[in-house]
């Protein structure tokens, strides 16, 4: 553990002669050997939220209740850019091994006396009634008593949460135990289950751990609305039905991040920070991405015709746009989120639109940058990913490469977007003092500037007002 982190753990010792004990996610993160642990979970007897108060005080920290009837407490402690937090509970039941068998999985039912760690140092003192510290070692959740699902069915996708963030596997049993209980996802709020679902969508390999959710039958309840893609394989390429498509999609999100460095080294950097921006808690924008990724097919069904056995889509890109906003407000997402993964969805054949022989034009790439705006990075990711996922089942000669295209907008949109929308050679008041009055026609005139700045036939402001002037 952080030398600074058992610096605090002691002062808080000297605040009570109770038995005080590190429980649950610390000590599992202990055991897998992980230093820099940010979360620790603090149980004692009785009287712990008194006891966070003061300790909040003396360590310069803010104190609040996360849970005021169960007297579950928060102790956060900044510093700088970073926080620790410090949960703290009261035993729920006699003792810390009748505390221990209500939590969820082995893992997470560990105790560790910390008045003996920070004396040795050491795991030693390791409270361990349901052999967590096996299933560590072995990669294994396994859930403490079956009913332990019933006690809170968020359980059931946190299952796949701790298999997606700690790279672990379910055990055969408990996978069992949540199949039979899949429906009972249902239940808890649609805030809770968000959560869980985009702290998968966080991490890699979004498309396997997508999988799992499926083949627990969890998927089918979280988001219904993909279940008239299973089984749907229309034209020769769909060899998958559509929803295989769609996990496939989601795994090669990963695939061409990893090779941006490749590809596209002098945008790569700016790519990866800008795909750690959030659009709201938990959810920054590599797994909004991922999330488009899932939805990004979910109208071909409603759109399939089939004229003489030339098989289309017809607008599915504009129906499902449309339709993920209900998926969205459903699960109580942001509007920023719901913002972006409609776009998303609603702009993800551009690229292969664009994608013609002799590149894009400089007009077709600003005006797709311009209806993308701050998501034209996704919308390339989407769109490549979208095309790996094709690739698998189409004749070499029939795939179209977009690795070209994409790195001709991403230089365009670094180069030239980005600059011509932060610094505009001209405004609306501009257009004003030429006695143009605002309208539809006032708009069209300013995008046109910076269409115009973006492509370099106007390179100033003079030039700029030069153009104008020909307008009146």
Same mark, same amino acid.
């Given at each position: 553990?952080?030398?600074?982190?058992?610096?605090?753990?002691?002062?808080?010792?000297?605040?009570?002669s109770?038995?005080?004990?590190?429980?649950?996610?610390s000590?599992r993160?202990?055991?897998?050997?992980r230093?820099?642990?940010?979360d620790?979970?603090?149980l004692?007897?009785?009287?712990?939220?008194?006891?966070?108060?003061v300790?909040?005080?003396?360590?310069?920290?803010?104190f609040?209740?996360?849970?005021?009837?169960?007297?579950i407490s928060?102790?956060?402690? +900044?510093?700088g850019?970073?926080?620790?937090?410090?949960?703290?509970?009261?035993?729920?039941g006699?003792d810390?091994?009748?505390d221990?068998?209500?939590?969820?999985?082995t893992?997470n039912?560990?105790?560790?006396?910390?008045r003996?760690?920070?004396?040795?140092?050491?795991?030693?003192?390791?409270?361990?009634?349901?052999?967590?510290m096996?299933?560590?070692?072995?990669?294994?959740?396994?859930?403490?008593?079956?009913?332990?699902?019933?006690?809170?069915?968020?359980?059931?996708? +946190?299952?796949?949460r701790?298999c997606?963030?700690?790279?672990?596997a379910i055990?055969?049993?408990?996978?069992?135990?949540?199949?039979? +209980?899949?429906?009972?996802?249902?239940?808890?709020?649609?805030?809770?289950?968000r959560?869980?679902? =985009?702290?998968?969508?966080?991490?890699?390999?979004?498309?396997?751990?997508?999988?799992?959710?499926?083949?627990?039958?969890?998927?089918?309840?979280?988001?219904?609305?993909?279940?008239?893609?299973?089984?749907?394989?229309p034209?020769?390429y769909?060899?998958h039905?559509? $929803?295989?498509?769609? =996990?496939?999609?989601?795994?090669?999100?990963?695939t061409?991040?990893?090779?941006?460095?490749?590809?596209? #080294?002098?945008?790569?950097?700016s790519?990866?920070?800008?795909?750690?921006?959030?659009?709201?808690?938990l959810?920054?924008?590599?797994?909004?991405?991922?999330?488009?990724s899932?939805?990004?097919d979910?109208?071909?069904?409603?759109?399939?015709?089939?004229?003489?056995?030339?098989?289309?889509f017809?607008?599915?890109?504009?129906?499902g746009?449309?339709?993920?906003?209900f998926?969205?407000?459903r699960?109580?997402?942001?509007?920023?989120?719901?913002?972006?993964?409609?776009?998303?969805?609603?702009?993800?054949?551009?690229?292969?639109?664009?994608?013609?022989?002799?590149?894009?034009?400089?007009n077709?790439?600003?005006?797709?940058?311009?209806?993308?705006?701050?998501?034209?990075p996704e919308?390339?990711?989407?769109?490549?990913?979208d095309a790996?996922?094709?690739s698998?089942?189409?004749?070499?000669?029939?795939?179209?490469?977009?690795?070209?295209s994409?790195?001709?907008?991403?230089?365009y949109?670094?180069?030239?977007? $980005?600059?011509a929308?932060?610094? #505009?050679?001209?405004?609306?008041?501009?257009l004003i003092?030429l006695?143009?009055?605002?309208?539809?026609?006032? +708009?069209?005139?300013?995008?046109?500037m910076?269409?115009?700045?973006?492509?370099g036939v106007?390179?100033?402001?003079?030039?700029?007002?030069a153009?104008?002037?020909?307008?009146k």
């Amino acid at each position: 553990m952080n030398p600074s982190t058992r610096t605090l753990l002691s002062q808080l010792l000297t605040l009570s002669s109770q038995d005080v004990y590190l429980v649950g996610g610390s000590v599992r993160d202990l055991v897998i050997g992980r230093n820099d642990i940010k979360d620790i979970d603090v149980l004692m007897p009785a009287g712990s939220e008194a006891i966070a108060r003061v300790f909040a005080g003396r360590i310069g920290g803010s104190f609040f209740f996360l849970d005021e009837t169960r007297k579950i407490s928060r102790v956060v402690k +900044r510093n700088g850019h970073e926080s620790l937090h410090f949960d703290f509970t009261n035993f729920e039941g006699p003792d810390v091994q009748t505390d221990l068998g209500r939590r969820d999985f082995t893992i997470n039912a560990m105790a560790l006396d910390l008045r003996e760690f920070i004396a040795r140092g050491s795991l030693g003192g390791l409270i361990d009634p349901f052999h967590g510290m096996r299933d560590v070692h072995d990669k294994l959740i396994r859930v403490t008593r079956p009913d332990v699902l019933d006690d809170d069915p968020l359980r059931l996708i +946190r299952a796949v949460r701790f298999c997606a963030t700690l790279g672990f596997a379910i055990e055969d049993l408990t996978s069992e135990h949540i199949r039979q +209980r899949a429906k009972r996802i249902a239940g808890p709020s649609p805030e809770r289950v968000r959560d869980e679902l =985009f702290l998968i969508l966080s991490e890699k390999q979004a498309g396997k751990n997508l999988l799992l959710l499926d083949s627990l039958g969890l998927l089918p309840v979280i988001l219904p609305e993909l279940e008239p893609l299973r089984g749907f394989t229309p034209g020769m390429y769909h060899v998958h039905d559509v $929803l295989t498509h769609s =996990f496939k999609t989601a795994g090669y999100i990963d695939t061409v991040l990893d090779e941006l460095g490749d590809f596209f #080294p002098a945008y790569a950097g700016s790519v990866r920070t800008h795909l750690e921006e959030h659009l709201e808690p938990l959810v920054p924008r590599i797994a909004a991405s991922r999330f488009a990724s899932l939805l990004h097919d979910m109208a071909k069904p409603d759109t399939f015709t089939n004229a003489d056995g030339h098989i289309r889509f017809y607008g599915h890109d504009n129906l499902g746009s449309e339709k993920c906003q209900f998926v969205c407000r459903r699960l109580r997402l942001s509007r920023n989120t719901e913002a972006l993964v409609s776009r998303l969805i609603k702009f993800h054949m551009r690229l292969f639109n664009l994608s013609t022989p002799g590149g894009p034009s400089r007009n077709a790439m600003y005006r797709y940058c311009r209806d993308l705006g701050d998501a034209l990075p996704e919308s390339l990711l989407l769109a490549q990913a979208d095309a790996r996922a094709t690739s698998e089942i189409m004749p070499k000669e029939k795939f179209m490469d977009t690795r070209k295209s994409m790195a001709s907008v991403l230089e365009y949109y670094y180069t030239k977007f $980005l600059k011509a929308e932060a610094a #505009p050679l001209v405004t609306g008041n501009d257009l004003i003092r030429l006695g143009l009055a605002p309208g539809p026609r006032f +708009r069209e005139i300013l995008e046109e500037m910076k269409e115009r700045q973006a492509e370099g036939v106007v390179r100033n402001r003079q030039e700029a007002l030069a153009y104008l002037e020909q307008l009146k």
